[in-house]
């Protein structure tokens, strides 16, 4: 277990917001996962009798604990020299005493999916795990497939729009090539103990860093939760210190420097190789090694050695995270169709920002622009149909509520999977105009590049959904262009010809790799 693990019982901002909303103090007993942090954490007590697999775990309610106001020079082993001078001095807020009488529990089900042609998707039980909360272990009651049962201190979310995730429906697979595509999503999709390694890993981590910085949050984002996650998806780590935005060349990059030191020195015997990567947005990335090794071993789960990437205060990553979500459970062909186009641009060796080609985000983007800009649209565009549920200024413990509110989307579109991924290699291969317009999911159309620099001299234009930047500006060599260029239209050409998802990507080392 991490060190000083204990429940801090802070809300995600400072008290201000208390007194805006009734939020935090009129909570309905259905609420779903949200940022909440006074709720006690349950942690049982084991009895571990003589006989041989007769254990006994009774829960137990461990009191909130109420942290004094600290300085970083409380704080040992990590340095505190270059503190940031804008959090130093900072008069620290009274905490308000918030009744503890809601708690989380995790919903799980089934693994098995159900065949059912074009039918609306049920949120997995992913959708359970949203934002950060204090998890707790109950008694080890395995799943019927073998997966432990970690229960977090969610409640059982009543929502009659996407009921039991036990129901969720995958498109009817009619020709060969739909149901490769099916099977390589079957295999490699992110399960629900994918998820619960990362989620424990985020709740230890938010423990330690709220020692130095008391009311921080950090949220688990991107393909972890958004619905396109595979089983060996990064953890993606968003650390919000506070309401306002963090100069990313500066400020950011001095509290990641405070993180960096905490992994290095006091959880170095559970972090592994923590880096700080000065980029636009800068990171640091680290790998779990032991995540929590004595309860994943109680539990019967093997370590993780997760890789994580963690930033500070990239609230967008948390607002797009929610709103690529709802685009993959409006419609069951959505999420196969990105996996797969995600396996193979990895595959051809397309698919890293960092040597000059495209990254994930960008080819999620594009196959959800193609579903939108078909005759008979598969996808809507969600920011213009419900503008209120994903309103920019919307405050963060609110913006996990917009997929509840959206309802699936009937689409006239009968394509099966496999004319849809041959549709998207061609419509990138021969249709869509790169040098004259971008790829924008939030008009749900190409439209002109805008003359900005931000859009000057670039080969690959996708607009970021929410702040409008380019999310593909990493490929700025033509070399590089071209060559994706290629990849796209030799691609159309075999699946064209062959129908075959091997001849684009070999599926035995596609599976194997997960």
Known sequence: ????????????????????????????????????????????????????????????????????????????????????????????????????????????????????????????????????????????????????????????????????????????????????????????????????????????????????????????????????????????????????????????????????????????????RPQLIRAKVPIVKFRDKKLNTMMLNFFFLPNSNVDFDLNVNNVIGIRNTFLLRTYAFIENRVRPLVLVVKKWASFREINDASRGTLNSYSLVLMVLHYLQTLPEPILPSLQKNYPECFDPAMQLHLVHQAPRTIPPYISKNGSSLGDLLIGFFKYYATEFDWSHQMISVREAKAIARPDGIEWRNKFICVEEPFDGTNTARAVHEKQKFDMIRVEFAQAWRLLRDKKDLNCILPLKAAKQKR
């Open 1 to 272: 277990m991490f060190p000083n693990s204990s429940n801090l019982g802070r809300p995600p901002f400072p008290p201000k917001y208390q007194q805006q909303s009734t939020f935090f103090t009129k909570l309905p007993l259905n609420i779903p996962p949200s940022l909440l942090s006074h709720q006690p954490v349950i942690v049982p007590p084991i009895h571990f009798r003589t006989a041989v697999g007769n254990i006994e775990a009774t829960p137990a309610v461990t009191p909130v604990v109420t942290l004094q106001p600290v300085t970083y020079r409380s704080v040992s082993p990590v340095s505190t020299s270059d503190a940031l001078t804008s959090f130093q001095g900072r008069k620290r807020q009274s905490q308000q005493s918030i009744p503890d009488d809601a708690k989380r529990q995790r919903i799980h089900s089934h693994d098995s999916d159900t065949t059912v042609v074009n039918q609306a998707v049920p949120l997995p039980e992913e959708r359970r795990r949203s934002f950060p909360s204090p998890i707790s272990i109950q008694s080890p009651v395995l799943h019927a497939h073998g997966s432990p049962a970690l229960i977090g201190c969610v409640p059982p979310l009543q929502d009659n729009l996407f009921p039991d995730p036990a129901g969720t429906r995958l498109p009817v697979a009619k020709d060969e090539l739909s149901q490769q595509i099916l099977e390589l999503f079957q295999v490699c999709r992110q399960q629900a103990s994918d998820l619960d390694r990362k989620e424990l890993c985020r709740t230890e981590l938010q423990r330690e860093i709220q020692l130095i910085f008391p009311q921080s949050r950090l949220f688990l984002v991107g393909s972890s939760l958004n619905g396109f996650g595979t089983r060996t998806s990064d953890g993606d780590l968003c650390l919000v210190v506070k309401e306002e935005p963090v100069n990313q060349k500066t400020e950011a990059r001095r509290i990641l420097s405070l993180v960096q030191k905490l992994f290095s020195t006091k959880l170095s015997s559970y972090i592994e």
